[in-house]
């Protein structure tokens, strides 16, 4: 029981280091909004490689922990708040179309070359 705790733990660590490090280098909001699309693409590999493998005792680690850490969705809904505080309605509107066309689409995308990849 204790070994996937510490598995999705040791992830979140990793993937929230890596989440930090993103918002250093890319600017509020568009950080979280690269979070979002790159961890959509990522779980839609890691989803493919680890089913077609039998290696679903990486998903604790992969998908809970370093993705769940990465991804920011939470943050993602502070931030539009944040925008819509500022008056930027706008902006926020196009933050969370933009943000949710562009995860599902990544995702998508990551499906897809993870599939052809295993052909």
Same mark, same amino acid.
């Not at 930090?20 to 890319?26: D, E, N, R």
């Not at 490689?49 to 290696?55: E, N, P, T, V």
């Not at 995860?103 to 499906?111: D, F, H, M, T, V």
């Given at each position: 029981m204790m070994a996937p705790v510490i598995s999705v733990a040791l992830g979140g660590a990793i993937g929230s280091v890596l989440r930090?490090? /993103? %918002?250093? /280098? /890319?600017a509020f909001p568009l %950080?979280?909004?690269?979070?979002n699309v790159i961890g959509s693409f990522a779980i839609g590999v890691i989803w493919v490689?680890?089913? #077609? @493998? %039998?290696?679903q005792h990486w998903l604790p680690f992969l998908?809970?922990?370093?993705? %769940?850490? *990465?991804t920011t969705?939470?943050? *993602?809904?502070? #931030?539009?708040?944040?925008? /819509?505080e500022e008056g930027r309605v706008t902006a926020a509107g196009g933050y969370v179309l933009g943000s949710v066309v562009a995860?599902?689409?990544?995702?998508?995308?990551?499906?897809w070359?993870? @599939?052809?990849?295993a052909t």
């Open positions: 930090y490090l /993103v %918002g250093l /280098v /890319v %950080g979280t909004l690269a979070v490689h680890l089913a #077609d @493998r %039998g290696l998908m809970t922990g370093v993705l %769940g850490g *990465f969705f939470s943050a *993602f809904t502070l #931030d539009a708040l944040r925008l /819509v995860s599902i689409l990544a995702c998508g995308l990551g499906l070359i993870a @599939r052809g990849m």
